[in-house]
């Protein structure tokens, strides 16, 4: 069943006419199905709908018959090579935590100061019983060896 056949069973079987721009936006939305999909999502609007099915009636109907499913992603591992690198134990990313205190300037201001307390692989402080002391935050980073040219350039590199 093509779309324009569609929409005319459509005002056909609920007696109503369909308006210029709404047959658009109907024939917009009805493109990306089969016209054997068509022909099953009008069998269930005429099943379910008391009214002129509107575009999301249509949805629902394609939804319930599976027409809707978008395909996974598929997964690709990043493949990356481990280094050498005594820093980042060859993973690349760094967690670095640092603490913030506050310092009273010349003039009486408070001004706060941040100093690195400890640095480790990502994966070693996700495993490690460490936990954050007070005024303490970590950071992620990517480490300077070639085996973080592969982690996202919006994540900073460690200088």
């Known amino acids: 069943m093509d779309v324009n056949n569609f929409l005319s069973k459509i005002e056909g079987a609920w007696g ?7 047959t658009q936006s109907y024939r917009e939305k009805l493109f990306r199905f089969s016209g054997e999909q068509r022909e099953q999502i009008f069998s269930r609007l005429l099943e379910t709908c008391k009214f002129l099915p509107k575009i999301s009636d249509i949805y629902d109907a394609a939804r319930d018959l599976n027409y809707l499913e ?5 997964f690709k591992p990043v493949e990356w090579q481990s280094t050498d690198c005594k820093l980042c134990h060859g993973e690349g990313r760094l967690a670095v935590v640092k603490q913030r205190s506050y310092i009273k300037a010349s003039n009486g201001d408070w001004k706060p100061e941040s100093r690195m ?8 402080y996700n495993t490690s019983r460490d936990r954050l002391g007070e005024s303490e935050y970590r950071f992620l980073y990517r480490c300077k060896c070639a085996a973080a040219e592969l982690w996202n350039k919006a994540i900073p590199q460690w200088v």
Do not use: G, M, N, W
């Open 70 to 74: 978008t395909p996974s992603p598929h």
């Open 16 to 22: 109503k006419a369909l308006q210029i721009d709404q």
């Open 117 to 124: 307390v400890r640095i480790s692989a990502y994966s070693d």
